[in-house]
């Protein structure tokens, strides 16, 4: 699906923000691909839709390369960027004159999708909330059945309910020939979502692993002292004591939680790399 190989990127004359960055992503999957602000997760995003071109190294998705742009390859990705304006027209008038570029767009999906976060209809786009966009943009890219959908921090802006709905949406729409990325700093509103877990670090690919494999080399315990030991990688202070990440040496498999995970990874970044090269 995503084959990108010693990829080349800066902006203008700065120092490279992505030099030799490597990553092979199949379909099938919801990746997730977290990172600190400024890390380049939005800027690899455009990279993989053709909003922003590679300066070396080649970058393929869905079989094409991105920066030709070619009308075969804009119907099979949809990219939702964290920022965006849509234009003063309804509904429906929007999916009558965007559905034409998707040949496999579903209407009744869509209808589907729009009831399910009870969007009203018959109001102009410009009209509804920040979060009742996203909720019409994530609806519509659901409904092209297209091959890869992009979205950047799709859960800002929605409401604890709305949360929970778009995991039900987007955990039912994934099929073994589509993939999704979701880039986010809202790592506990993609619990139980993503997987793989893909972690971006000052333009580096740190970590690249699904969730089955972190619990078979990593497991989390809670203790009331202060954390010793080679197999420690990572700990931070909780209510009576600490949660400590540690090499998983036969130990009972433990649910490591998105949020500590990343802790323990931009940490700890050397052992992180030795414990999973493997």
């Known amino acids: 699906m995503i084959q990108i190989d010693h990829l080349l990127f800066s902006y203008g004359q700065k120092k490279p923000l992505f030099d030799q ?3 092979s992503l199949p379909p099938g999957n919801i990746y997730g691909l977290l990172g600190k602000n400024g890390a380049g997760k939005s ?5 993989m839709g053709g ?8 970058v393929e998705v869905a079989g094409y390369h991105p920066q030709d742009r070619y009308p075969q390859f804009l119907r099979e990705i949809y990219l939702v960027t964290e920022e965006f304006i849509l234009p003063a027209m309804k509904m429906e008038r929007y999916v009558q004159f965007y559905s034409a570029f998707y040949p496999r767009f579903n209407h009744q999906q869509f209808e589907d999708y729009i009831k399910e976060f009870d969007l009203p209809g018959g109001q102009k786009l410009s009209a509804l909330s920040y979060g009742q966009k996203k909720k019409f943009l994530l609806s519509f890219g659901l409904a092209t059945d297209c091959q890869l959908l992009i979205l950047d921090e799709p859960t800002n802006g929605l409401d604890i309910p709305s949360k929970s709905k778009f995991r039900k949406v987007v955990a039912g729409a994934i099929t073994e ?3 999704f990325i979701i880039s986010t700093h809202q790592v506990r509103d993609m619990e139980a979502l993503i997987d793989p877990v893909i972690i971006l670090d000052e ?8 969730l089955e494999q972190v619990a078979q080399k990593l497991t989390v315990v809670r203790q009331p002292s202060m954390p010793e030991g080679d197999d420690v990688v990572y700990y931070e202070s909780s209510l009576g004591g600490y949660t400590v990440v540690k090499v998983n040496t036969g130990m009972e498999e433990t649910s490591l939680g998105l949020e500590t995970l990343f802790n323990a990874v931009v940490s700890n970044k050397e052992k992180m790399y030795t414990i999973f090269k493997s």
């Open 51 to 58: 909003l922003l071109f590679p300066q070396q190294g080649n």
């Open 203 to 210: 333009g580096e690919i740190v970590f690249f692993s699904d």
């Open 43 to 47: 800027t690899l995003l455009k990279i």
């Open 21 to 23: 960055l490597n990553l």
């Open 177 to 179: 020939d589509r993939s």
